[in-house]
């Protein structure tokens, strides 16, 4: 199978639909008011909700109130909701066992970054570069090293690939890391907040092409 492809970091219509166009399998939308690409989820909820249904829409949180959580868990035209902050084992544990999964981003600094993901439960896991008080959307590269160690013994869990990637690079990253999903935001940008069309459409094939990912 293809790798799943996420385009993070969707602030307007235009782009949400390229990216679907250009065969994105999933869109992803920061609801961090400290983030560059900032957007306000009830402001786009017509074109959201009108998007095919084989795209996945992922609510991105950075350490929200369990109150905040719960009000993005419970907007229906939402199919996932990913955690990208220092959101521990006890927080998570209040949205284990729901009929809408979420994602667990874990910044990946070194070797024992990664220990013990089981106590996040959740099957989706995504791997970030580390970069000191910032939480995604960096364009730092994630060491693929590690990350490819991670695939290979956690061989239950759908793990996430993000962090410095790009359409020159991609086909390096499935290749060695084997990961379920790769997620872009800085990579395909004109600028924070606004996608080039043309890098997207690079991406998605690039990664695509990569076979038995």
């Known amino acids: 199978m293809a790798v799943i492809v996420k385009i993070c970091g969707i602030t307007n219509q235009e782009d949400g639909e390229a990216a679907v166009g250009l ?14 690409r900032f957007v306000a989820i009830n402001g786009e909820s017509s074109w ?3 998007l095919p249904p084989h795209i996945t829409r992922v609510a991105v949180l950075v350490n929200p109130s369990i109150e905040e959580a719960e009000s993005v868990f419970a907007l229906p035209f939402i199919d996932l909701v990913q955690f990208h902050g220092g959101e521990d084992e006890a927080f998570c544990a209040k949205f284990a066992g729901r009929s809408k999964p979420f994602i667990k981003a874990v910044a990946l600094k070194d070797s024992s970054s990664c220990n013990q993901v089981e106590r996040f439960q959740s099957a989706h896991i995504l791997l970030d570069a580390y970069a000191p008080g910032e939480f995604g959307g960096t364009g730092k590269t994630i060491d693929w090293g590690l990350a490819s160690d991670f695939v290979r013994t ?11 990637l790009n359409p020159m690079n991609v086909v390096e990253a499935v290749s060695q890391v084997r990961p379920y999903a ?13 996608k080039d069309h043309g890098l997207m459409k690079a991406f998605i ?5 990569v076979k038995g990912a």
């Open 23 to 36: 065969g994105a399998d999933a869109l992803g939308f920061n609801l961090w008011p400290g983030s560059k």
């Open 48 to 50: 959201i909700s009108k």
């Open 154 to 164: 956690h061989p239950d869990l759908k793990v996430l690939l993000s962090g410095g």
């Open 182 to 194: 790769v997620d872009i935001a800085s990579g395909v940008e004109q600028r924070p907040g606004k």
């Open 205 to 209: 094939a690039a990664a695509k092409s």
